[in-house]
């Protein structure tokens, strides 16, 4: 497909271009690549080892230890393989005794002055230099020079030993190309060379992950440091349930307690709630029989279940298989938000998902990011949007009503747009990118029919921004939409998710239609939810009539998602298992549904029930793969499939727009916190305020310190109020996260136009 725009072409994002095949050999055995893999992956992709010290395979080559060195026949020198593109019929070679050798040297250069007291050392039993020094049989430091003083530094949620440093660049990296901080800088200064902090005042949570790659210990975690060896933690695999991306964890324990998070970090990249909120467990929980008989009469005579993101694959179930076979209604809003609109998307695509990849935007040259502001909603998103920002220079349009000073080192065009209007911005870039694209003639006349006039008055976007946007793409190769939860509680959702899937359909956009956070999307696929209330309800981990809760204020306890087995659906449309990580000792849903007539030993038990029809496999839970292959490839799960759906593309003209004046709030939580389990997280204690500029506190009357009062879905909040500087505009950023049991109730249009009360100052 070809996208013409002004005598510029804009190829299809599908870009079926056949690799080209190579085949060499690497220590006389036979390899087959494709052109463009370097030698050491290609090493690596046939169980060749090469030693690497500074190799990070998510980032480009560093290339800065020399540990990687090859001999390639013809070729004079050592060559590096980690950043060497291999060539058809190359003979290589990979170990001998000169390589040896050099390699043994670089080791004694790492040893200089480094002071080896790793019986004190955090990293001991996990270290790189630890290991290779041992490998490369150095059992001396040879050489020492004067070594100057260097201050430990406590940069937050990580400390910076500069003696242990070995300059290898991975956090940088990490800084610069995935999670985009750009915190972390070299300073140069030969032998007293050392990573510097250049943002120690924003705190960043994220540079966690620049410690998960420092192969030594110069960069620990400050919560970690000095409490437990790595060898006497018990490593628990399983799925991170906070953000929605289900990303790979490592829960290490220790006699009950979750010391730290680990996880694949040569290949995967975790958000701080992942990283840093483990401790959200219901502790304590003996079977308690007079409750859970209660819970049982509370069943017997409700009308409705609530339930919270924070529901596993099987629970979703359960709680389907309840309503099939008692009526009960179903409603967790922002799940039912999103399967409506994901409906209404796929009735133009045809396809029961949007057909978008990570992998694809971060390949991207083009990036549009339309109701959501994604560094906060999902950070993992972010990482994507920033590596494709860095690798392939790609172009970010960002369209919100509200600018983020956090992506401006990404964003190279803000599109402001007004609050309510998302039809509208809908409807102007599917008309501007679609002008020159073959349309079946319903769609064709109702684009033909827009009044772009209005809609660009109503949405205070103007032509000329979006010419812009246009000329933006045009000879772009690959470019993404990613949308988000803005959109999906709006009024008018389900033509806005047609008029955008107009460009996965005829424009090959990749486009990403980020979940809610938790599992939302696992249960709008496996749920047949409701809209209304009927009878009374029962809650979980949501207030109701009845509450059966995690978050331990409940009229039932029931387990937190660490502490039972199940799956989740990540925002890769990847079913994810979860593990028990810590103990639990009382009833859970399972015992409930079977007490109400269901019949299943384990919660598990529902794995392979999971319904096909939406794309699930009938796969038991514990034969579901959990790793990373040598080379990166995840395989945890499965990936859903697709299933075909109706087509219907009956688009509609936008409606009129409500002006949205008066006092007007964003719900948006900071960027580690989705729920009242990250809230639960003592590591993640954060106050929550109602955060506006100078501009919102003017217009509404307030003062920095004020306590306020509003009300959004019958949910009273009191916060006090903070100016931040870093805002503009006359809307206020209020988070959600710290509501408990209330915090799933909120599940209305993100912006809120609200009466503000002030009751204190
Ligand atoms: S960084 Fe590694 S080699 Fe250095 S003291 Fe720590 S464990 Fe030992
Ligand atoms: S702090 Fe760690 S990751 Fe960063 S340069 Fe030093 S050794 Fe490498
Ligand atoms: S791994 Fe190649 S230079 Fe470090």
Same mark, same amino acid.
């Given at each position: 497909?070809?996208l013409?725009?002004?005598?510029?072409?804009i190829?299809?994002?599908?870009?079926?271009?056949?690799?080209?095949?190579?085949?060499?050999?690497?220590?006389g055995?036979?390899?087959?690549?494709?052109f463009?893999q370097?030698?050491?992956?290609?090493?690596?992709?046939?169980?060749?080892?090469?030693?690497?010290?500074c190799?990070?395979?998510?980032?480009?080559?560093i290339?800065?230890?020399?540990?990687?060195?090859?001999?390639?026949?013809?070729?004079?020198?050592?060559?590096?393989?980690?950043?060497?593109k291999?060539?058809?019929?190359?003979?290589?070679?990979?170990?001998?005794?000169?390589?040896?050798?050099?390699?043994?040297?670089?080791?004694?250069?790492?040893n200089?002055?480094?002071?080896?007291?790793?019986?004190?050392?955090d990293?001991?039993?996990?270290?790189?230099?630890?290991?290779?020094?041992?490998?490369f049989?150095?059992?001396g430091q040879?050489?020492?020079?004067?070594e100057?003083?260097?201050?430990?530094?406590?940069?937050?949620?990580i400390?910076y030993d500069?003696?242990?440093?070995?300059?290898?660049?991975?956090?940088?990296?990490?800084?610069?190309?995935?999670?985009?901080d750009?915190?972390?800088k070299v300073?140069?200064?030969?032998?007293?060379?050392?990573?510097?902090?250049?943002?120690?005042?924003?705190?960043?949570?994220?540079?966690?992950?620049?410690?998960?790659?420092?192969?030594?210990?110069?960069?620990?975690d400050?919560s970690?440091?000095?409490?437990?060896?790595?060898?006497?933690?018990?490593?628990?695999?399983?799925a991170?349930?906070?953000?929605?991306?289900g990303?790979?964890?490592?829960?290490?324990?220790?006699n009950?307690?979750v010391y730290r998070?680990?996880?694949?970090?040569e290949?995967?990249?975790?958000?701080?709630?992942s990283?840093?909120?483990?401790?959200f467990?219901n502790?304590?929980?003996?079977k308690d029989?007079s409750?859970?008989?209660?819970?049982?009469?509370?069943?017997?005579?409700?009308g409705?279940i609530?339930?919270?993101?924070?529901?596993?694959?099987?629970?979703?179930?359960?709680?389907?298989?309840?309503?099939?076979?008692?009526?009960?209604n179903l409603?967790?809003?922002?799940?039912?938000?999103?399967?409506?609109?994901?409906?209404?998307?796929?009735?133009?695509?045809g396809?029961?998902?949007?057909?978008g990849?990570?992998?694809?935007?971060?390949?991207?040259?083009?990036?549009?990011?339309?109701?959501?502001?994604i560094?906060d909603?999902?950070?993992?998103?972010?990482?994507?949007?920033?590596m494709?920002?860095?690798?392939q220079?790609a172009?970010?349009?960002y369209m919100?009503?509200?600018?983020?000073?956090?992506?401006?080192?990404?964003?190279?065009?803000?599109i402001?747009?007004?609050?309510g209007?998302?039809?509208?911005?809908?409807?102007?870039?599917?008309?501007t990118?679609?002008?020159?694209?073959e349309?079946?003639?319903?769609?064709?006349?109702?684009?033909?029919?827009?009044?772009?006039?209005?809609?660009?008055?109503?949405?205070?976007?103007g032509?000329?921004?979006?010419?812009t946007?246009?000329k933006?793409?045009?000879?772009?190769?690959?470019?993404?939409?990613?949308?988000?939860?803005?959109?999906?509680?709006?009024?008018?959702?389900?033509?806005?998710?047609?008029l955008?899937?107009?460009?996965e359909?005829?424009a090959?956009?990749?486009?990403?239609?980020?979940?809610p956070a938790?599992?939302?999307?696992?249960?709008?696929?496996?749920?047949?939810?409701?809209?209304?209330?009927?009878?009374s309800?029962?809650?979980?981990?949501?207030?109701?009539?009845?509450?059966l809760?995690?978050?331990?204020?409940?009229?039932?306890?029931?387990?937190?998602?660490?502490?039972?087995?199940?799956?989740?659906?990540?925002l890769?449309?990847?079913?994810?298992?979860?593990?028990?990580?810590?103990e639990?000792?009382?009833?859970?849903?399972n015992d409930?549904?079977?007490a109400l007539g +269901?019949?299943?030993?384990?919660?598990?038990?529902?794995t392979k029930? @999971?319904?096909? /029809?939406?794309? &699930?496999?009938? *796969? !038991?839970?514990?034969?579901?793969?959990?790793?990373?292959?040598?080379v990166?490839?995840?395989?945890?799960?499965?990936?859903?499939?697709?299933?075909?759906t109706?087509?219907d593309?009956?688009?509609?003209?936008?409606?009129?727009?409500?002006?949205?004046?008066?006092?007007?709030?964003?719900?948006?939580n900071?960027?580690e916190h989705?729920?009242a389990?990250?809230?639960?997280?003592?590591?993640?204690?954060?106050?929550?305020?109602?955060?506006?500029?100078?501009?919102f506190a003017?217009a509404?009357?307030?003062?920095?310190?004020?306590?306020?009062?509003?009300?959004?879905d019958d949910?009273?909040?009191?916060?006090?109020?903070?100016?931040?500087?870093?805002?503009?505009?006359t809307?206020? +950023?209020?988070?959600t996260f710290?509501?408990?049991?209330?915090?799933? @109730?909120i599940? /209305?249009?993100? &912006?809120?136009? *609200? !009466?503000?009360?002030?009751v204190g100052?």
């Amino acid at each position: 497909m070809l996208l013409h725009i002004d005598g510029g072409c804009i190829m299809s994002n599908i870009r079926n271009v056949e690799p080209k095949a190579i085949n060499l050999t690497i220590d006389g055995k036979a390899c087959s690549a494709v052109f463009g893999q370097t030698i050491l992956e290609i090493a690596r992709e046939n169980d060749i080892y090469i030693p690497t010290m500074c190799y990070l395979t998510k980032t480009l080559p560093i290339a800065s230890c020399r540990m990687c060195v090859v001999n390639v026949e013809g070729v004079d020198g050592m060559i590096l393989s980690c950043q060497e593109k291999a060539t058809d019929g190359a003979v290589i070679n990979t170990n001998n005794d000169e390589l040896f050798k050099e390699r043994q040297n670089i080791m004694k250069l790492y040893n200089v002055n480094h002071p080896l007291e790793c019986g004190v050392c955090d990293k001991s039993g996990e270290c790189d230099l630890q290991n290779k020094t041992m490998e490369f049989g150095v059992s001396g430091q040879n050489f020492t020079t004067k070594e100057p003083h260097r201050a430990v530094q406590n940069w937050g949620v990580i400390s910076y030993d500069p003696s242990l440093c070995i300059m290898c660049e991975k956090c940088v990296r990490v800084s610069t190309e995935i999670t985009g901080d750009e915190a972390l800088k070299v300073k140069f200064g030969g032998y007293s060379s050392t990573i510097i902090n250049v943002k120690e005042d924003a705190n960043y949570k994220t540079l966690g992950e620049a410690a998960a790659v420092c192969p030594v210990g110069a960069l620990v975690d400050t919560s970690f440091k000095y409490t437990a060896n790595a060898w006497e933690l018990t490593q628990i695999p399983s799925a991170c349930p906070h953000c929605g991306a289900g990303h790979d964890v490592n829960y290490e324990v220790r006699n009950g307690k979750v010391y730290r998070v680990t996880n694949q970090a040569e290949f995967s990249t975790l958000c701080s709630a992942s990283r840093y909120g483990f401790d959200f467990d219901n502790k304590n929980v003996k079977k308690d029989v007079s409750s859970f008989n209660s819970a049982l009469k509370a069943f017997e005579n409700a009308g409705t279940i609530i339930f919270s993101n924070e529901t596993s694959n099987e629970e979703a179930l359960i709680f389907q298989k309840l309503k099939e076979e008692r009526g009960y209604n179903l409603i967790s809003s922002e799940a039912r938000a999103y399967q409506k609109f994901m409906a209404a998307y796929g009735s133009v695509t045809g396809k029961s998902l949007a057909s978008g990849t990570l992998e694809k935007l971060t390949k991207s040259r083009a990036i549009i990011v339309m109701g959501t502001r994604i560094n906060d909603d999902a950070p993992i998103v972010k990482y994507h949007i920033n590596m494709a920002s860095k690798w392939q220079r790609a172009r970010v349009a960002y369209m919100h009503p509200l600018a983020d000073d956090e992506i401006s080192n990404i964003v190279t065009q803000f599109i402001k747009y007004e609050a309510g209007s998302e039809e509208g911005v809908a409807a102007l870039l599917a008309d501007t990118l679609l002008k020159d694209v073959e349309l079946p003639d319903s769609v064709r006349a109702v684009l033909n029919d827009l009044d772009i006039g209005n809609l660009s008055a109503e949405s205070n976007v103007g032509e000329e921004e979006l010419e812009t946007l246009r000329k933006s793409l045009i000879k772009k190769v690959g470019y993404s939409l990613v949308v988000g939860s803005d959109l999906y509680a709006h009024p008018r959702a389900e033509n806005i998710a047609k008029l955008l899937a107009l460009l996965e359909k005829y424009a090959g956009f990749n486009v990403i239609c980020v979940p809610p956070a938790g599992n939302a999307m696992g249960i709008s696929l496996i749920c047949d939810l409701d809209d209304d209330v009927e009878g009374s309800t029962i809650g979980y981990n949501v207030q109701g009539d009845f509450t059966l809760s995690a978050l331990g204020n409940g009229d039932l306890d029931m387990p937190a998602l660490n502490q039972q087995e199940g799956t989740l659906t990540a925002l890769t449309k990847r079913v994810v298992p979860m593990n028990v990580v810590l103990e639990y000792g009382g009833y859970v849903l399972n015992d409930i549904a079977n007490a109400l007539g +269901l019949d299943a030993e384990y919660t598990i038990n529902y794995t392979k029930e @999971l319904p096909t /029809s939406k794309g &699930f496999e009938a *796969v !038991e839970f514990d034969a579901l793969p959990d790793y990373f292959d040598a080379v990166g490839t995840e395989h945890r799960g499965y990936l859903l499939n697709e299933v075909e759906t109706v087509v219907d593309e009956s688009i509609e003209e936008p409606a009129e727009m409500d002006a949205f004046d008066g006092t007007v709030i964003y719900n948006c939580n900071p960027q580690e916190h989705f729920s009242a389990f990250t809230a639960k997280s003592k590591n993640l204690e954060q106050n929550a305020y109602l955060q506006g500029s100078q501009q919102f506190a003017t217009a509404a009357k307030l003062r920095d310190g004020d306590t306020v009062c509003y009300t959004i879905d019958d949910v009273k909040f009191e916060r006090v109020f903070k100016i931040d500087t870093s805002l503009k505009g006359t809307i206020a +950023l209020n988070p959600t996260f710290d509501m408990g049991l209330s915090s799933a @109730l909120i599940s /209305s249009y993100r &912006f809120n136009q *609200v !009466e503000i009360e002030r009751v204190g100052s």
